[in-house]
């Protein structure tokens, strides 16, 4: 058999490649929505879902480009949360965007997000750093939800360090003195919030300590109480422990357990498809969904 008919036969004998976290321009990911389409599709990704950081206006141009690709797009969301100072991320999959509670909520936290970053550039400028605020926010683009990944960029723009990762580790990480929080909704409030919007919530990466303090497990089954789905168990800042210790919990608690890339771009080094999430547990969440559709090609 030739390799690419062989190595089509593999394919669909595993079944679609699905990776349900990656990140546009539309939050802090480097690639416009279809460049992250396209790039879904030279790693071989079958179904991706766009869950940019508080906003939903990458959307549309995926799902045009998914259309024209033959690929399957999950429109979602990763939600900001925080509890007791501890930043808890929450994937919504396939919500009611237009839900009034879920878009005051999300309008709120990007104004709390700008305010956030303003000061932050202000502390570092104040210390001599290259950096200004306008410059930011033109760099980033309209619409898009500032994060300190955009800060990074302007460090590095501006020649002070070599990538985002060497600027996180020097002065944007979270025990910095240029640290500064912002507002962001109680994860257990968002839990409902999401699915009041006929979305599914599955919690990010809920282990990953390189990021900063972790949840214990008791907010994890107060978020279940709320009516959370799932646990993303499989993504690079999960050691071994991490996601055995997420995968009981998915067990104990009746979760589905996903995996994803966490994609950015060029800025981060997490390639699409380097975790996937199984058919079954896809079919789960659009089961539960009801806020909105999967868009592009169809599901199978
Ligand atoms: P923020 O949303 O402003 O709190 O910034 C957190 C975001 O920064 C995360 O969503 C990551 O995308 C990104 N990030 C965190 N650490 C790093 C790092 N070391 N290198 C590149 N991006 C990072
Ligand atoms: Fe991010
Ligand atoms: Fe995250
Ligand atoms: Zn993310």
New binding site residues.
Partial sequence: MPIFLAYRAVMSSIGPVIDLHT?SRCS?GTDTPAEVMHAAVRARVDVVALTD?DVVTGWDEAEQAATELGIVLVPGI?V?CQVSGV?V?LLAYLPDPDEPGLRSTLEAVRRH?DT??QRTVELLAADGYPVDYSDVVAHAGAGAT????HV?DALVRAGRYP???A???DV??GRSRYYVQ?WAPDPVEAVQMVAAAGGVPVMAHPFAAA?GRTVGDEVIEAMVEAGLRGLEVDHRDHGAAERAHARRLCRRLGLLATGAS?Y?GL??PNRLGENTTSPEVLQAIVSLASGTSTRGAPLR
Wanted: charged share 40%.
């Fill in positions: 990140h802090d950081h990763e900001s930043s991320h997000r956030r970053i500032l994060g300190r990944p990074a990538d985002r990762d600027a996180f580790t944007l990480h912002h990021r966490d950015h800025g981060k």
